[in-house]
């Protein structure tokens, strides 16, 4: 069975500092997908990015990166030089290649605050 | 080009009566999901249609509950005889299939119906 991990309930920071976001994963698959979401207060999930198991390459974007590790069965999340407009939940998720229409399975989520 | 919406955004009904949500997805998109979130907890996966046909159902799912997706675009999620536990957000994301076999496609969710049964 898939399951997703996410350690840390909230994790509050002064603006402009980093903040690293974990997400350990299971799954018996070789074939899988690892997600990242945001859910400000609005409510609505915010795709970020998508990741499968055969690349392992760390991937940036802007103010955001990711580094997956395989051995560790892990994919973490850092948001350099936070802003306010970062404060929101962000949900790992993961997604088995042999599951019936890739339905996702959501780890608990990790409440960001940002402070200014 | 539109994302996925859902109405109504909130719903407050009495324990009891039936209550009927309606989504509609990213307009070429073949894979329509439901999601249930309660607050603090990350969403869990109800069910999903590939078109029309409703492939998989999760336990959570009871038999107060059904959804249907007549032609294949828009689809409604029915609670019957609601009940207090069923106070959610629930959350409705499309995908379009890969063609590859083992491929899998993006889901993007729309803004959720609040659900609060009183």
């Known amino acids: 069975a898939q399951k997703v991990t996410q350690a840390q309930t909230e994790i509050s920071v002064v603006e402009k500092e980093d903040v690293t976001l974990d997400c350990v994963y299971e799954t018996r698959d070789t074939t899988y997908y690892l997600f990242w979401y945001k859910q400000p207060p609005s409510g609505e999930l915010v795709f970020l990015i998508r990741r499968n198991s055969f690349d392992e390459q760390n991937e940036i974007s802007g103010r955001y990166s990711w580094n997956f590790q395989k051995s560790t069965s892990s994919f973490n999340f850092t948001i350099t030089a936070s802003q306010v407009v970062d404060s929101a939940v962000y949900f790992c998720?993961?997604?088995?290649?042999?599951?019936?229409?890739?339905?996702?399975?959501f780890g608990g989520g990790t409440r960001v605050l940002v402070k200014p | 080009d539109t994302g996925v919406s859902q109405d109504p955004r909130h719903k407050i009904t009495k324990r009891g009566q039936n209550v009927t949500f309606r989504c509609d997805p990213i307009s070429e998109h073949n894979r329509l999901y439901w999601y249930r979130q309660t607050l603090g907890q990350g969403p869990e996966f109800l069910t999903y249609f590939q078109n029309e046909a409703q492939l998989e159902k999760s336990r959570l799912l009871s038999d107060r509950f059904s959804a249907e997706r007549p032609k294949g675009s828009f689809s409604t999620l029915e609670i019957q005889r609601t009940e207090q536990g069923d106070s959610a957000m629930y959350l409705c994301?499309?995908?379009?299939?890969?063609?590859?076999?083992?491929?899998?496609?993006?889901?993007?969710f729309g803004p959720g119906t609040r659900l609060t049964v009183l």
């Open positions: 998720a993961l997604s088995e290649a042999r599951a019936a229409g890739n339905k996702l399975t």
């Open positions: 994301a499309s995908s379009l299939a890969g063609g590859l076999a083992g491929s899998t496609d993006t889901q993007y």
